[in-house]
């Protein structure tokens, strides 16, 4: 019972550090897109 909280709480933890990597190179794209659009 333990060990499945556990690993839940490991799969939550996880799943947030994926979204906010997501997010943070989704970040990165827009910038780099925006900044190739204004420099041609």
Do not use: D, G, P
């Not at 799943?15 to 794209?29: D, G, H, T």
Request: glycine share 0%.
């Amino acid at each position: 019972r333990e060990m499945k909280s556990n690993l839940w709480s490991q799969r939550a933890i996880l799943s947030k550090i994926l979204f906010k990597l997501r997010q943070i190179s989704w970040r990165k794209n827009m910038s780099e897109n925006w900044f190739w659009c204004h420099l041609s």
